[in-house]
T-cell receptor, first 112, second 113 residues
Framework: EPEVTQTPSHQVTQMGQEVILRCVPI?????FYWYRQILGQKVEFLVS????????KSEIFDDQFSVERPDGSNFTLKIRSTKLEDSAMYFC??????????FGQGTRLTVV | AQSVTQLGSHVSVSEGALVLLRCNYS??????LFWYVQYPNQGLQLLLK??????LVKGINGFEAEFKKSETSFHLTKPSAHMSDAAEYFC???????????FGAGTRLFVKA
């Protein structure tokens, strides 16, 4: 069964450093998403991406964040100048048009 | 604006008992509704979804949910709980034609032997 793959599963970084979280969406999906889940809290929408551009973003997704689809298979989330409060589980998801999102297993980001 | 309210952050049932997890939503347009399950240290797995048509939808692992427009509810049920059902359950909503899925705060289900 096709699945969304995220790497790494766990990333530890020092405050102020840049991190790139990587995702391989399901191959025939056209819509890509990033979500965040701070420990013990709800899953929060960050951004959606379609046709090589951001289609929607939340207020969380400020200039510190960026997304990119560098090639035909990968979808990345870059977090610049990480802060302690960026520590969270980050989920990538993908979908076809107007269907449910399929989620990856997540990357646990720990900022120290 | 869309929103999802899950009543009860924790629900505890005995093995074999009925599971009922409550979800109410707010949406200005006909919504798509979902239930996702999250096992410890894992991702989100789709349990079931409502898009159009039949309001009672069946999902995996014996779960089902009923869309009640008049009550703006989408409660999740399972007739008989199993120990393996212990997990976090998230109700979610998305507008038809929209991009983002909005999640509720989640309900942690405990199953007692």
């Amino acid at each position: 069964e096709p699945e969304v793959t995220q790497t790494p599963s766990h990333q530890v970084t020092q405050m102020g450093q840049e991190v790139i979280l990587r995702c391989v969406p399901i191959s025939n999906h056209l819509y890509f998403y990033w979500y965040r889940q701070i420990l013990g809290q709800k899953v929060e929408f960050l951004v959606s991406f379609y046709n090589n551009e951001i289609s929607e973003k939340s207020e969380i997704f400020d200039d510190q964040f960026s997304v990119e689809r560098p090639d035909g298979s990968n979808f990345t989330l870059k977090i610049r100048s990480t802060k302690l409060e960026d520590s969270a589980m980050y989920f990538c998801a993908s979908s076809e048009l107007d269907t449910e999102a399929f989620f990856g297993q997540g990357t646990r980001l720990t900022v120290v | 604006a869309q929103s999802v309210t899950q009543l009860g952050s924790h629900v505890s049932v005995s093995e074999g008992a009925l599971v009922l997890l409550r979800c109410n939503y707010s949406s200005s347009v006909p919504p798509y509704l979902f239930w996702y399950v999250q096992y410890p240290n894992q991702g989100l797995q789709l349990l079931l979804k409502y898009t159009t048509g039949a309001t009672l939808v069946k999902g995996i692992n014996g779960f089902e949910a009923e869309f009640k427009k008049s009550e703006t509810s989408f409660h999740l049920t399972k007739p008989s709980a199993h120990m393996s059902d212990a997990a976090e359950y998230f109700c979610a909503v998305r507008n038809t034609g929209g991009f983002k899925t909005i999640f509720g705060a989640g309900t942690r289900l405990f199953v007692k032997a």
